[in-house]
């Protein structure tokens, strides 16, 4: 890793079958109450050579890290500055439809059942450090993450500032995703979507520079954690090399495999999986399809999900039954809690489940009490 990043992640092994992230880094409720994942306890890290300016945060070196065992037979949790990240978090782009005050009492909730990590993104809706801070403020124990911020959206000191602020103000609990996100996104806020791989590296470059040379205000005590949106080989790499692993979307279980292969045993790996808590097939197709047909329309899936055997008779008419079932599950929180079983098994450190509900701008707040229990048992 360069010695300009801005931060690492301790972590330790979320499945047999890959190691977890081992370097160091920065980083109205009526449903039935889970207890939370004990967190476990990471070894310290030794600096790395390099000479910041004073009042930045210190990238540090890889170290081991040991954890607190979990439930009976569950693996150890990966650790984002010092508390779990845990092998199962929720992601929603829902938040956009309720008010404020909506946000802080559901977000209060998902902490209250025990679930570690709240993952949102950006699209037309609210600004997402804006809405990341919203939920910190609003909760005392869960992760808040990006899923993405868009870099196109805000210049790297705008950006670097958003996370050092946040890191300082809830010291180990919030995750910067970044992404270059879709040239059509990019046109809605008239900016230049090029050449993705080299826009995020150059990016990265200056973000770095800015946290260091630039930024002002009363740093974090640590370094902050960063992980990049990535689906092809090439930005995969970048997240190895630039960041502190890869958040990935709209993906099967095989690509899981494939990404923990291509960033090693070092860093965070944390795929979305959308799923449907219905077990009538023709009606959970349907609002699967709805989700689908969204994201089915940009290049950036398609030509991913061609590498793992979907073709053209697939994407039409917003996905095959067989492409929808893979990306969008539909039954009880048993089928569920198996294919995030699959994710953790290919390597994933932490499964982002995104529930989609009937009500096209409602929270899926029921269903995420009535899958605490199978979710949070993995």
Do not use: C
């Not at 993450?145 to 946040?166: D, E, F, V, Y």
């Not at 090693?264 to 709805?290: C, I, M, N």
Request: charged share 20%.
């Amino acid at each position: 890793m360069d010695a300009g990043r801005l931060g690492t992640v301790t972590g330790v092994s979320a499945s047999s079958e890959a190691a977890s992230p081992t370097h160091t880094s920065r980083s109205s409720t009526d449903g039935t109450t889970v207890p939370a994942t004990t967190p476990g306890t990471p070894t310290p890290g030794t600096p790395t050579p390099g000479t910041p300016t004073p009042g930045t945060p210190t990238p540090g070196t890889a170290v081991p890290a040991t954890a607190t065992p979990g439930p009976a037979g569950s693996a150890a949790r990966p650790l984002v500055g010092g508390a779990a990240l845990g092998r199962v978090g929720i992601w929603s782009g829902q938040f956009d439809f309720s008010p404020a005050d909506v946000v802080r009492e559901a977000v209060a909730e998902l902490d209250e059942l025990g679930y570690p990590t709240i993952w949102t993104g950006e699209v037309k809706g609210r600004e997402v450090l804006v809405t990341a801070g919203l939920m910190l403020a609003a909760t005392s124990r869960i992760t808040v993450a990006t899923g993405i911020a868009q870099i196109l959206a805000r210049n790297p000191l705008t950006m670097a500032a958003g996370q050092l602020a946040l890191a300082e103000a809830h010291p180990g609990r919030f995750l910067l995703g970044l992404g270059v996100s879709h040239a059509e996104l990019m046109q809605i806020r008239g900016a230049a979507y090029t050449k993705p791989l080299g826009q995020m590296a150059a990016y990265l470059d200056e973000m770095d520079r800015m946290a260091t040379e630039q930024y002002r205000a009363v740093p974090p005590e640590g370094t902050p954690i960063r992980v990049l949106a990535a689906l092809g080989p090439k930005m995969l790499e970048l997240a190895r090399d630039r960041a502190d692993g890869a958040h990935t979307y709209f993906v099967p279980p095989e690509h899981t495999a494939t990404a923990r292969k291509a960033l090693g045993s070092g860093k965070l790996l944390v795929p979305e999986q959308a799923f449907v808590l219905d077990t009538d097939a023709e009606r959970a197709r349907e609002l699967a399809r709805r989700h689908t047909g969204s994201y089915l329309r940009l290049p950036n899936y398609t030509n991913n999900l061609r590498r793992y055997g979907y073709g053209d008779e697939d994407f039409a008419n917003a996905g095959s039954d067989r492409l929808v079932d893979m990306i969008v599950p539909h039954g009880d929180p048993e089928v569920l809690a198996r294919r995030v079983a699959e994710h953790l098994d290919a390597g994933a450190d932490q499964v982002a489940v995104q529930v989609l509900d009937y009500d096209r701008r409602g929270l899926p707040r029921r269903q995420w009490r009535e899958l605490a229990p199978a979710l949070l048992a993995l």
